[in-house]
Nanobody, 123 residues
């Protein structure tokens, strides 16, 4: 069982930066790949980024590649999402999720989810 709590979401101007963090409970954190997803009003939840259990492999959605960076600290049971050059279209609720299999990008494949944190980017 893994419990996830996101933090760091807030209102930010376009072009700005924001760092989201996700704290995980449990002693098996390093066994899970971690992902960030987002969901805007009226839209489906979409993949943003994922990182392997060791942190050695990352993968990004094309829409955020070069602007967002996912990282994890297995000693602290945290996974972060550094977001730079934010755009209004990045506005969404951001969720972190845990998956026992690495490299997957579909939300239904993930086993555990946090409650989400709101990111709003003003133009």
């Amino acid at each position: 069982q893994v419990q996830l709590v996101e933090s760091g979401g807030r209102l930010v101007q376009a072009g700005g930066s924001l760092r989201l963090s996700c704290a995980a409970s449990g002693r098996t954190f390093r066994r899970y790949a971690m992902g960030w997803f987002r969901q805007a009003p009226g839209k489906e939840r979409e993949f943003v980024a994922t990182i392997s259990g060791s942190g050695g492999v990352t993968y990004y959605a094309d829409s955020v590649k070069g602007r967002f960076t996912i990282s994890r600290d297995n000693a602290k049971n945290t996974v972060d999402l550094q977001m730079n050059s934010l755009k209004p279209e990045d506005t969404a609720v951001y969720y972190c999720a845990a998956d026992r299999i690495s490299g997957r990008v579909h939300a239904p494949d993930y086993d555990y989810w946090g409650q989400g944190t709101q990111v709003t980017v003003s133009s």
